[in-house]
């Protein structure tokens, strides 16, 4: 069945570094769109950073332009979210998805959490 695990998520101080990783089985990685989204407490989810089929292209959030990189290794089954610079606000539970388009989604990870905070 399909399934994407989220994981690299934890506690960092503002400034600071994380990866997360996203990896999938039960479907061929380079046929899809892998989408990162994010999610606060009362708030909907919103779109992060999306890599196209193949990582033809990718893109971001005004919020994260400059700070997040996305990729893939389709050999690894795994789509990874680079963050730098972290700030507060980017505190939320991170999931991968299959898709970009949050309304198109039918599988998505359990999250991970990132939480920057001092």
């Known amino acids: 069945q399909v399934q994407l695990v989220e994981s690299g998520g934890g506690l960092v101080q503002p400034g600071g570094s994380l990866r997360l990783s996203c990896t999938a089985s039960g479907f061929t990685l380079d046929y899809y769109a892998i989408g990162w989204f994010r999610q606060v407490p009362g708030k909907e989810r919103e779109g992060v950073s999306c890599?196209?089929?193949?990582?033809?292209?990718?893109s971001y959030a005004d919020s994260v332009k400059g700070r997040f990189t996305i990729s893939r290794d389709d050999a690894k089954h795994t789509v990874y979210l680079q963050m730098n610079s972290l700030k507060p606000e980017d505190t939320a539970v991170y999931y991968c998805?299959?898709?970009?388009?949050?309304?198109?989604?039918?599988?998505w990870g359990q999250g991970t959490q990132v939480t920057v905070s001092s």
């Open positions: 890599s196209s089929s193949r990582g033809g292209s990718t």
């Open positions: 998805a299959r898709d970009c388009v949050a309304s198109r989604v039918n599988y």
